[in-house]
């Protein structure tokens, strides 16, 4: 049988509600369960794929292509259970859906209300794909009190009596403020966040706190007693050195043992081997490597949160401390690039949309190239490095991407037609934003003795995309003559997938996006590969 748990925000947002979610997950699985995590987004974008990175952060791209909010990338990392579409909604989609439903007739003439019409929707969700599973946990997004978080308040207290009322927890996280002049943490907001969602219908059985300081005992109290829950289940919780302890964390604090309590259960201790040798690793690196990330968002951390945790997995694999040295690709224009890069053990060019900052990267390509600085180009940063070769390698001076306009030398393009898992693939060239992108896995065939085939250790590697452009097959010989690799192509030979310099101490542009699938128990093997030439390469400056 599967059982609910239901995670609402208080008093503000940015509380970590996500981590807490993506944690409990991993303690659950610890001892022994299956889990699925969603998230509904109250927000009224179909999907956070067109918002832009500096509002909402990074874009999760799952295998099934569904671009969504990051918090399905701490799930997922956490897990280790692969997002789907069916684990993110917004209201947008929501109320999309329904209106489709309402104009085709569907609903005979009956009155489209929110209860139980958007209610039964966001219901359907949370059950949908879940069969099996021993725990289903949903993240709501926003905070209690949200006039857009309303629907899916009512619709999450409904659960409780479609699947049984011992079938469901509910865990209410929210700030304990300190006020430094009175010296005291403070309960209030709390018990009228507890009040609000009270008023609706739902009484939370775990309250997670946010605090600076540890909850004294009387505070546990008192927080217990207004927000009528047991004093064990008021959970507090710390800032954590790193978020891989935050699981050990809050099994410290209780949180898992409670949540088994609330539904009457009992489970074995968990297993936390997996979380203390990650922690060991991490708090006991026995070097440092310095890797600079030439973006567009780099004032947005969010914006790249897959790609610092995949850096960090590197040094996991590696026992290194990776530091991130954000470098604005705008700045580089017009400036000395070289004294910019010269302290770096390694050079990513990252994804991103836009021309902005387009010749800062380029430069840092060249600056790779030229010096023999390990260098990882992901999406655009692959596309830079293949403008890069033609323009200073193969002679094709005036190479460029039709992204960034017009150019009659297309070396990055853009394709309208290919070949999927699910057979041809059309999209339309002036079609909305929003679907006009290759998205999600296809599968990469890698050259045999190539860097990407040994890194990989196989042949057939399958990866996430998201990108409009690719790029051109037609340069390839004039690329590979100039001394760039196309190791890892589409199946169809049409789409080049991997670029590697065999000249090069490690050289390596990749379509896909490999951050999102890396895992701290389990480094992608391209950012493992890319963290070790950096720690050769400290070894030699
Ligand atoms: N802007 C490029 C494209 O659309 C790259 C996208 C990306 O880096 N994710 O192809």
Redesign the pocket.
């Known amino acids: 049988m599967t059982r609910y748990i239901f995670i609402t925000g208080g008093v503000v947002s940015s509380l970590g509600k996500g981590l807490m979610a993506a944690a409990l997950a991993a303690l659950l699985q610890a001892r022994g369960h299956t889990v699925r995590i969603k998230k509904f987004d109250p927000y009224l974008n179909v999907d956070p794929g067109t918002m832009s990175p500096y509002q909402h952060g990074e874009v999760y791209v799952t295998d099934d292509g569904a671009e969504t909010d990051l918090d399905l990338g701490h799930y997922e990392r956490f897990t280790g259970v692969p997002s789907r579409q069916s684990d993110n909604i917004t209201s947008g989609r929501v109320y999309r859906d329904i209106i489709a439903k309402e104009r085709r007739g569907d609903f005979l003439g009956a009155t489209v209300q929110v209860i139980p019409h958007v209610t039964d929707a966001i219901k359907a969700f949370a059950r949908a794909d879940t069969e099996g599973l021993d725990f289903v946990l949903c993240e709501i997004g926003g905070t209690v009190g949200d006039i857009e978080s309303l629907p899916f308040l009512e619709a999450i207290r409904q659960m409780a009596a479609d699947v049984g009322r011992n079938n469901v927890v509910y865990i209410h996280c929210t700030l304990v403020p300190y006020l430094a002049a009175a010296g005291e943490l403070k309960t209030k907001p709390t018990q009228h966040s507890v009040a609000e969602l009270r008023g609706i219908g739902i009484q939370p059985q775990v309250l997670v706190c946010r605090s600076e300081h540890p909850l004294p005992d009387g505070d546990r109290a008192k927080i217990a007693l207004f927000c009528n829950v047991p004093k064990e289940a008021v959970i507090s919780a710390l800032d954590a050195p790193s978020i891989y302890d935050v699981p050990m964390q809050y099994h410290a604090e209780g949180l898992d043992d409670q949540v088994l309590a609330a539904f009457g259960l009992d489970a074995p201790p968990p297993d936390l081997s997996r979380w203390q040798r990650i922690s060991e690793r991490l708090h006991n690196p026995e070097g440092e490597v310095t890797i600079g990330v030439v973006g567009k968002y780099t004032g947005m951390k969010d914006a790249y949160k897959s790609l610092t945790e995949a850096l960090v997995h590197g040094g996991i694999a590696n026992r290194v401390k990776v530091n991130i040295r954000w470098l604005d690709a705008e700045e580089f224009e017009g400036q000395d690039v070289a004294a910019r890069l010269e302290p770096m053990h390694g050079i990513l060019v990252?994804?991103?949309?836009?021309e902005r900052g387009s010749e800062g990267k380029i430069a840092s390509v060249r600056f790779a190239r030229e010096r023999d600085v390990p260098f990882f180009g992901?999406?655009?940063?692959m596309?830079m490095a293949c403008i890069e070769a033609a323009r200073h390698q193969a002679g094709v001076a005036g190479a460029s991407?039709t992204?960034f306009g017009p150019t009659d030398e297309p070396v990055?393009g853009?394709i309208t037609e290919w070949m999927s898992a699910e057979g041809r693939q059309v999209r339309e060239a002036g079609g909305d934003l929003g679907g006009t992108?290759?998205l999600g896995a296809y599968p990469a065939r890698l050259a045999g003795n190539s860097v990407a085939a040994s890194i990989y250790g196989a042949d057939t590697v399958s990866e996430r995309?998201?990108?409009?452009?690719?790029v051109n097959v037609h340069y390839r010989d004039a690329l590979e003559a100039a001394g760039l690799l196309f190791s890892g192509m589409s199946p169809d030979g049409l789409l080049p997938e991997i670029v590697e310099r065999p000249d090069h101490s490690w050289f390596v542009g990749v379509?896909f996006?490999p951050e999102l699938k890396s895992k701290p128990f389990e480094p992608h093997p391209l950012f493992a590969g890319f963290v070790a030439a950096a720690v050769r390469q400290s070894r030699l400056v």
């Open positions: 990252p994804g991103g949309f836009g992901i999406c655009l940063g596309q991407t992204e990055v853009l992108m290759r995309h998201r990108h409009r452009y690719e379509q996006h």
